[in-house]
């Protein structure tokens, strides 16, 4: 008996159960239309940030090329690879920016101007780090050391590398002290051959305008025979060029064993920014400066923690996504989430609106819909009752003989759909229509049974 009942039970829940095939069959459209409209925003709306993206830095073992390096390793960390284009400097950068060869680039204050960066397309992210002027010169044997730069007229003296910040810089630092660049003789060679021809004392000086943290400015502040020049006049320079600072270097900072330097010396300072073109990626933009935060953030010789990376010191217009960073952090998602998926789902904010919006209607679609597909499983057959009925009234006239055989072959007709309507499989809440149509099938054979004259019992057909 129990294989028995395991069977009925089967067939009754097969003919019983709820249809998730018609249900699937109801709600693809529906889900084929809000896939489309995903795939069509995720193509259209802010498309995703490249993979890839080019860094102008500066001459080799430089601050800038130190520093890119570092940008290579923190982004790399976030699947964005950087390629290092080694430069000159800060004008050059500017060139290879503005001939959209670098994506990103180096760029020290005052190589350029704000309505300069406006025309060509430029924002900042930011400045990083000081970089102060340092005006390195040889000492001469009975001759004090230099105190005013215009004791500097017929000295020679390398101003900088060409392409770098440093030649505007220092002739615009010059011409506020009433020197002409043709007072002197000026050198651009690059930082390493004119170290070494300061230290073989073929040039009288030489100008840096880096970080303390490049090779070349550690080793020239502990030679002897080379002093730095000291800006006593650093807070007026200031005033005259707005976009320097007033640094101190402190007494002791190099060495504090044998005490270099032995007091303090005043500096003017740029600062160090980062600048892109402004059709770089936003999601690039908050991710260069979240790394410039972790790479300059800390405490240094010329700056206190946390003072760098800033929004100030730059001429350039600060990029949008990078003031917000620095007026409220980095962004909720990427704080908790990879960069990756924050920003996919930072870019699909909109259409999780629109969808909301669009679900609510064609979820009211799909209910319908699946109503209607599992009573049309019962209405068609009522289709074919409608046609043994009609079948039955035109011989109705016929010869006895001729009506009887009509009768006969609809009543098999009749026998036939009852038969495929038993094994019609709905939901248990569809129940009502089936033994409805059940109850139609069985009164137009009683009417055919009485057509014909027949005792009005019920068709062995007509059971389950």
């Given amino acids: 008996m129990k294989p028995v009942l395991r069977s009925t039970m089967s067939r009754i829940r097969k003919f019983t159960s709820f249809s998730l095939r018609d249900l699937f069959a109801s709600a693809t459209p529906t889900v084929l239309a809000i896939a489309a409209v995903c795939v069509i ?42 390629t290092l284009q080694g430069s000159h400097g800060s004008s050059d950068n500017l060139a290879q920016l503005n001939e959209r060869k670098v994506d990103i680039a180096f760029v020290q204050s005052g190589s350029t101007d704000e309505a300069e960066a406006e025309r060509r397309g430029l924002v900042s992210l930011g400045s990083l780090f000081t970089e102060p002027v340092w005006l390195f010169l040889r000492e001469k044997p009975g001759t004090a050391p230099v105190t005013q730069l215009t004791q500097l007229r017929g000295t020679k003296i390398n101003i900088g590398a060409q392409g770098s910040g440093a030649p505007r810089l220092f002739r615009q630092v010059l011409d506020v002290n009433g020197v002409a660049p043709g007072e002197l003789q000026t050198g651009q060679l690059d930082n390493t051959p004119a170290t070494v021809e300061l230290l073989e004392g073929r040039i009288d000086g030489l100008v840096f305008a880096a970080a303390p943290d490049d090779p070349l400015i550690q080793m020239l502040l502990q030679t002897p025979g080379i002093y730095l020049f000291d800006f006593a006049q650093a807070e007026a320079y200031t005033r005259r060029l707005p976009f320097l600072t007033h640094v101190t270097l402190p007494r002791g900072i190099v060495d504090l064993g044998r005490d270099l330097p032995a007091r303090d010396y005043q500096l003017i300072a740029p600062t160090a920014t980062l600048v892109a073109r402004d059709d770089l990626h936003p999601a690039l933009i908050e991710l260069f400066v979240q790394a410039a935060g972790k790479i300059h953030g800390g405490a240094g010789w010329f700056q206190q923690q946390g003072q760098f990376p800033s929004a100030k010191y730059t001429e350039i217009p600060v990029a ?42 064609l979820s009211k679609i799909v209910p319908p819909l699946y109503v209607w597909r599992i009573r049309s499983r019962i209405y068609r057959w009522y289709g074919q009752l409608r046609t043994v009925e009609q079948a039955v009234e035109t011989v109705k006239d016929a010869p006895p003989e001729q009506r009887a055989a009509a009768y006969a072959t609809q009543m098999a007709r009749l026998n036939d759909i009852e038969n ?34 027949q005792p009005h019992d019920e068709s062995p057909a007509a059971t389950v």
């Fill in 41 to 82: 925003a995720y193509l259209i709306v802010d498309p995703a940030p490249p993979k890839h993206v080019v860094l102008g830095t500066g001459q080799d073992n430089s601050a800038y090329d130190a520093f890119g390096r570092k940008y290579r390793d923190q982004l790399a960390r976030e699947g964005i690879a950087v």
């Fill in 320 to 361: 949008d996504e990078a003031a917000k960073y620095y007026k409220d952090g980095a962004p909720l998602l990427q704080r908790y989430m990879s960069f990756w998926l924050a920003n996919f789902l930072d870019r699909m904010w909109v259409l999780l609106l629109a969808l909301s919006a669009l679900i609510l209607p």
């Fill in 420 to 453: 495929l309507v038993n094994q019609i499989s709905i939901p248990l809440s569809f129940a009502e229509d089936l033994y409805g149509l059940r109850g139609h099938i069985q009164l137009v054979r009683l009417r055919i049974q009485a057509l014909l004259g």
